[in-house]
């Protein structure tokens, strides 16, 4: 690998390598400047939490040095796709957002309050008796309606945030069971989130994450943690939801499995329904995965496509790489980073087991976060490797990658800790950050969305979060969009001229 590192950089100073490269690109855009109308049979939304364009690039150039390259020059599989553009992420109230309002924007097409999930921005966070009459639907819900298969594949709690919000209509992300709710939401008639998993669309075919303890009564035992009380049944009305799906799918080849090797022994040729859930609550990181009990996000992926495409009206899936979040917030770039590769490989999963042809596939993300990497690093340099100078103020070592606040931030005797006495490698590693806070922050900056099939040159320029799920819903022919739809296999324009946000704006101003 070595030789084949010095053959590369001697190509590099040769300008004839970097002129036949760019041309080779040039041709290759010229051949896709034909956009793609077809009506999309399938819609895959691959959603990487808190991947912010900071962590696309740093996961990229870990993808390259994983397989002994300088790291900068590979391509992710969602570097490959041709369109890209940006997304406003704030939420109605917050200029930095959260997972759960920018998740309602993505899949519901409306934009809304920090930590609601499927209802408009008139709702209140916590307020129980705002939900009623606010609630949106998400396009998971669209394409079910239009006779669609859909499925839900998350590296977290099947009842967190960003899945939440396509089959769910609450005022507070965080009340994943009964047992998490306030006794006056409880009396008010709201319903947890869990529990609405079950109940508002209830032939999701295919759901697959953790959060089984959400599903069964309070104090009953994990099936995989017998002995530890924390991942014991949480909820409060006695229900054991997952018997409740088992025994309404037992005529109609439905599967529920809690492991990898029960996973893997389903024959999606077979299986109609999968009710997968492998952890109480998240899923472990990649990096800390039992590689013979829990399954990869890519292994989901397949065995959930697989038994989605028989449909003949096709598939929706929801993908969500949602520990790339998690990483971050504990200042663990290193897990963050490889939970990203994952959620790059099931991308690549996915762009095998189907066509570009029929189907549209975006991968983006909810919001940033406050991490980056910089120092003037050589090329090839570990990603998480030290800057190749000492700061010029304590004279002390720096990490590349940094964070602007979190957990990260610590003193010795008044002063930065020397990160050369530390194993600033392994996993669990905090990058050191500016600001100490328990948990790092979300950050606000505009996030990449990478598109490919039908319509996917519909996803350009800057645009507002919400504007996703309506391009893949016109795509399609689900939602609101139809009228195009009739006139045979490709998609034309828009019979109604949309008005200008300007004029919208003023409209808004006048009624106000």
Known sequence: QSNVLLCLAEQE????????????????????????????????????????????????????????????????????????SLSKTYNTNAQV????????????GVKANEGTVGVSAAAVRGQCNTTQGNEVTSILKWAKDAGKSVGIVTTTRVNHATPSAAYAHCVDRDWYSDGE???EALQDGCKDIARQLMENIPDINVIMGGGRKYMLPKNTSDVEYPEEKKHSGTRKDGRNLIQEWIDRRKDKKGYYVWNKQELLSVNPSTADYLLGLFEPGDLTYDLDRDRSTD???????????????????GFYLLVEGGRIDH?????????ALHEAVEMDRAIGRAGLLTSAHDTLTVVTADH??????????????????????????DQKPFTSILYGNGPGFKLVNGSRVNVSTVDYQQNDYQAQAAVPLRMETHGGEDVAVFAKGPMAHLLHGVQEQNYIPHVMAYAACV?????????????TSIAIAPPSLALIITATWLLC
């Open 327 to 335: 990483g971050h917030h504990e200042g663990k770039a290193k897990q």
């Open 368 to 393: 940033s976060h406050v991490f980056n990497f910089g120092g003037y690093t050589m090329r090839g340099n570990s990603i998480f490797g030290l800057a190749p100078m000492v700061s010029d103020v």
């Open 97 to 108: 957002p959260d997972s759960a309002g920018t998740a309602t924007a993505y899949l519901c």
């Open 295 to 313: 399954p990869s996000l890519t292994e989901m992926v397949e065995v959930a496509i697989k038994i989605l495409r028989k449909n003949p009206e």
């Open 479 to 491: 939602g609101q969009n139809k009228a195009h739809c009739r006139s045979g296999n490709s998609a």
């Open 181 to 183: 709710m306030p006794a």
């Open 13 to 84: 100073k040769d300008p004839v390598f970097w002129n036949s490269w760019a041309q080779r690109t040039l041709k290759n855009a010229m051949n896709t400047q034909e956009p793609n109308k077809n009506v999309a049979k399938n819609l895959i939304l691959f959603l990487g939490d808190g991947m912010g364009v900071p962590t696309v690039t740093a996961a990229r150039i870990l993808k390259g040095q994983l397989s002994g390259q300088y790291g900068e020059e590979v391509q992710l599989e969602m570097d490959k796709f041709p369109y890209v």
